[in-house]
């Protein structure tokens, strides 16, 4: 079952604008986390932010976490055409747990 | 940088025939995942191993899924018999031990199409 969802489903965005998704989640979580899935490929893991955490950057991507209000966001600033891709968030429930339940995802267009 | 192999890339089967995946993960990680991903939703866990013992396979439907992981290293994912709605992409992911044990590294997948 999915435990995150995204929002929006998709986004297309100009090259060198921010692109913004949400992930909402129902469940409390040890951490969360944000993957990118280029199209027919595998996922790439880009970061991890943890329960206690409430802001996390990795180059140009920024993420927040409210878990009081079960919610995550990821911040692609100056995006590139590269950045096109599907993006996931992916939630772990416990201390010691590794498994991931993920979201439906965003699926981001960066028009060149 | 170390990768995890699956393969085939791409399986075309007719409905009731037995198909296989292969999954070979980085190199010392201990932990392998097996998902499912049908086309426009996330990734869903089939199984997941530690070494050579299933940790979770309670979303494996076990009446023709079969998953085995013999030496700790390599894995096999098994359907038999194929059915229609069995169509999507099979992901296999690992885990190292340690502090990056919550990152899962991903395969590029098998895209399986059942007719």
């Known amino acids: 079952s999915q435990q995150g969802e995204e929002d929006p489903q998709a986004l297309s965005i100009q090259e060198g604008e921010n692109a913004t998704m949400n992930c909402s989640y129902k469940t409390s979580i040890n951490n969360l986390q944000w993957y990118r899935q280029n199209s027919g490929r595998g996922l790439v893991h880009l970061i991890l932010i943890r329960s206690n955490e409430r802001e996390k950057h990795s180059g140009r991507l920024r993420v927040t976490l409210d878990t009081s209000k079960k919610s995550s966001s990821l911040l692609i600033t100056a995006s590139r055409a590269a950045d096109t891709a599907s993006y996931f968030c992916a939630t772990a429930a416990g201390a010691g747990s590794y498994q991931l339940t993920f979201g439906k995802g965003t699926k981001l267009s960066v028009i060149p | 940088e170390a990768e995890v192999a699956q393969s085939p890339r791409y399986k075309i089967t007719e409905k009731s025939q037995a198909v296989a995946f292969w999954c070979d993960p980085i190199?010392?990680?201990?932990?392998l995942y097996w998902y499912r991903q049908i086309l426009g939703q996330g990734p869903e866990l089939l199984v997941q191993f530690q070494d050579e013992s299933v940790v979770d396979d309670s979303q494996l439907p076990k009446d023709r899924f079969s998953a085995e992981r013999l030496k700790g290293v390599d894995s096999t994912l098994k359907i038999q018999p194929a059915e229609l709605g069995d169509s999507a992409m099979y992901l296999c992911a690992s885990s190292p031990r340690g502090v990056r044990a919550n990152e899962q590294f991903f395969g590029p997948g098998t895209r399986l199409t059942v007719l």
């Open positions: 190199s010392g990680h201990a932990t």
